[in-house]
Structures are given as C-alpha cells and as structure tokens.
Nanobody, 123 residues
Framework: QVQLVESGGGLVQAGGSLRLSCAAS????????MAWFHQAPGKEREFVAT????????LYADSVKGRFTISRDNAKNTVYLQMNSLKPEDTAVYYC????????????????WGQGTQVTVSS
C-alpha cells in the first residue's frame, strides 16, 4: 500500500500559478506511475496528467497542455503539478493517484488516492 498526501492548493487569480505537491509513503515510490486528476462540483473525476515510474513519459489532458507540468522527485517520494496561466475553469479539487499504468486516463484504473486539495481560480 501507499499513502498519498497533497498540498499546495489555494485561491489564485486568473493567469496566476500554483504548484501542487503529493508526498508518498509506504511501498517503494518507484513501483508506481503517478497521476493528477481533478473534480469539480457535480462532475466526474477527470484526468489531468500522468507520469511514468522514472519520469521519462508524461501525458496531459488537452485542456492543460502547455500550461501544466507534472514532475516527480523519486529521492523525495514526491510528485508535483506546476500549474501556470490558470483559468477559472481549472477550479476543482485536485487529487494525486498512484497506479500501475501511466497511460491510463480513467480514474477507475488508479489504485491509491490522496484526500485532495482545493484549487480555486477567480476571474
């Protein structure tokens, strides 16, 4: 098992930036691909970005390409999401996830989840 704890959310104006962090503990961090999803009120949890076990391969939702960057520091057991040029439609709870397949964009395929961190972008 792996435990995940997100941090870094908050309130920001449109055009601003935030960096989310997700600290992992438990089993070996490099055993897992990592991902970020978000969920707005009344909507299903949606894929944002994934990163492979050693960080070579990344995948992004079209809506965040060129604005968000996922990265991981395996020495610190942490995955990050750098979010730039934020838009009001990015407002959601952001969740970190761990799983076996870095190519999966379906939240049901991911095994472990953090508690989420709220990101609110004002216009």
């Amino acid at each position: 098992q792996v435990q995940l704890v997100e941090s870094g959310g908050g309130l920001v104006q449109a055009g601003g930036s935030l960096r989310l962090s997700c600290a992992a503990s438990g089993r070996t961090f490099t055993a897992y691909a990592m991902a970020w999803f978000h969920q707005a009120p009344g909507k299903e949890r949606e894929f944002v970005a994934t990163i492979s076990r050693i960080g070579v391969t990344t995948l992004y939702a079209d809506s965040v390409k060129g604005r968000f960057t996922i990265s991981r520091d395996n020495a610190k057991n942490t995955v990050y999401l750098q979010m730039n040029s934020l838009k009001p439609e990015d407002t959601a709870v952001y969740y970190c996830a761990a799983g076996a397949n870095a190519r999966s964009t379906d939240f049901r395929a991911w095994d472990y989840w953090g508690q989420g961190t709220q990101v609110t972008v004002s216009s």
